[in-house]
């Protein structure tokens, strides 16, 4: 079980597994590594050498943002009280936020890279149909840019079916994980977002494990904040890309969902977390019904739209009633009202 704290053995030392082995933790830097990953220190909060604090308050970006979110406040006073600085440095999450370009001071981690590989296989550079994209700037701006930048992408793509088809994919979808590449990377880890585009998905691949007790498994009903400034400044801009509220990721599945799609794929790798947007349909409704059908003697509507994904009591029973027409389902005797359900047809 994963946990959001550091489990010191007897002897004085954490260790971690990885396969089937339990490595010590014997190191200083081993040690931070560790409390970076777990989120139990935060990278956000270190001082920029490079930086100035006038990269900040000299900025448009802040200057836009007070002007809209608190215009009476003088700039220099609300970084300091923010704790975006220490002294005369910027901390990252003040240059990530508010710095015009902090690529210049934190560069090889806080741009996002994008790449078009005209192929449904691995990447490979010489499938690559131009050069990749990189999308600067402050992580507000990053954000829209990028899943402009994708969306334009996608839209010019085509698939063989009846003649040439755009490929969609859901606009909320492609923002909502953006936007969680970008506010809970680890900008400890110098290396770029990486947004894959091919012919039959998109790959988003964020630097940094999941944080503290999140996993794969849990990660649509558990929250852990790797950069808790971030996130809570980032949404007190306008027309804030995240909602603060843990629900981004859920918004991106039922998106997919609702048009039909598979749900995207998460995987944790050893140094970043991907995340894997296919173009594949789902079975359709009938054809999920009969097939939970093969291992369960009735099914009810409530059922129904659990295992489909679909919303809507009458659409669930439009299901159900083009099975009846087909001579697959009928209603189970004796079943009325709220205890109404299908059976398979007796033949």
């Known amino acids: 079980m994963k946990s959001g704290s550091i489990v010191f053995a007897t002897n004085g030392m954490p260790y971690i597994r990885r396969g089937a082995q339990k490595l010590p933790i014997d190191t200083p830097e081993k040690l931070r590594r560790l409390e970076l990953d777990k989120g139990i220190a935060q990278f956000e909060n270190e001082p920029v050498a490079e930086a100035s604090i006038t990269d900040l308050t000299e900025s448009k970006v802040l200057f836009d943002f007070m002007t809209a979110v608190i215009p009476n406040v003088e700039n220099e006073l609300w970084i300091q009280k923010q704790k975006l600085c220490k002294g005369d440095l910027p901390t990252v999450a003040g240059v990530i936020l508010f710095s015009e370009e902090p690529q210049i001071t934190l560069p090889k981690r806080s741009a996002i890279k994008i790449f078009r590989y005209k192929t449904s296989g691995v990447a490979d550079r010489d499938m690559l149909s131009e050069q990749p994209l990189s999308i600067e700037g402050c992580a507000y701006d990053q ?3 990028a899943v402009r930048t994708t969306k334009g992408i996608i839209e010019s793509m085509k698939r063989l079916g009846e003649g040439f088809e755009s490929i969609q994919y859901p606009e909320e979808t492609l ?7 970008v506010i809970h990377r680890d900008y400890s880890i110098a290396t770029d977002i990486q947004i894959r585009i091919f012919d039959n998905r998109i790959e988003v691949e964020s630097p940094g494990k999941l944080p503290g007790h999140v996993t794969v498994q849990n990660i649509l009903n558990e929250q852990s904040a790797r950069n808790p400034k971030i996130v809570r400044i980032i949404n007190k801009f306008p027309n804030a890309p995240n909602k603060d509220v843990g629900e981004g990721l859920n918004t991106a599945f039922d998106a997919m969902t609702k048009l039909r799609l598979k749900v995207p794929e998460i995987i944790e790798q050893s140094n ?9 349909r789902l079975a359709s409704p009938e054809e999920i019904v009969m097939e939970f059908m093969k291992s369960n003697s009735e099914i009810n509507n409530s059922k129904g739209r659990e295992i489909t994904g679909i919303k809507s009591e009458n659409t669930m029973k439009r299901v159900f009633w083009r099975l009846r027409d087909q001579n697959l389902l009928e209603p189970v005797p004796g079943k009325q009202g709220p205890a109404f359900a299908w059976k398979l047809k007796n033949r």
Not at 272 to 280: A, C, F, K, M, N
Request: proline share 0%; no cysteine.
């Open 175 to 181: 923002h909502e994980i953006i936007t969680n590449a």
């Open 272 to 280: 970043s977390v991907v995340v894997i947007i296919r173009h594949e």
């Open 143 to 145: 954000i829209y840019s």
